[in-house]
């Protein structure tokens, strides 16, 4: 068992930054893949960033690439994502998910746990 809890959310104008934190509980948060998603109201859940469970592997959707970074401290058991350019279209509740296998999924149902959330509002 994993839990997540994420943090670091908040109201940032547009063109600024935020980071986003996802700490996990457990001893084994160094064996799974973790990854970022994000659901604004009225869509669905959306891919935003994986990690490989080492680090040495990333993957963006290409609305993020250039502007967001994923990143992990397995010391901490700790997964972030920095973003920056924020841009009103990334107004979304942002989740962190863990997933036993080792390929960085983008399909929500792939994922084994998941955070309760974060809220992040950028305004124009």
């Known amino acids: 068992q994993v839990q997540l809890v994420e943090s670091g959310g908040g109201l940032v104008q547009a063109g600024g930054s935020l980071r986003l934190s996802c700490a996990a509980s457990?001893?084994?948060?160094?064996?799974?893949?973790m990854g970022w998603f994000r659901q604004a109201p009225g869509k669905g859940r959306e891919f935003v960033a994986g990690?490989?469970?080492?680090?040495?592997?990333?993957y963006y959707t290409d609305s993020a690439k250039g502007r967001f970074a994923i990143s992990r401290d397995n010391a901490k058991n700790t997964v972030y994502l920095q973003m920056n350019s924020l841009k009103p279209e990334d107004t979304a509740v942002y989740y962190c998910?863990?997933?036993?296998?080792?390929?960085?999924?983008?399909?929500?149902?792939?994922?084994?746990?998941w955070g309760q959330g974060t809220q992040v509002t950028v305004s124009s």
């Open positions: 457990g001893r084994t948060f160094s064996s799974y893949t």
């Open positions: 990690i490989s469970w080492s680090g040495g592997s990333t």
């Open positions: 998910a863990a997933d036993r296998h080792w390929h960085i999924a983008t399909i929500s149902n792939e994922y084994d746990y």
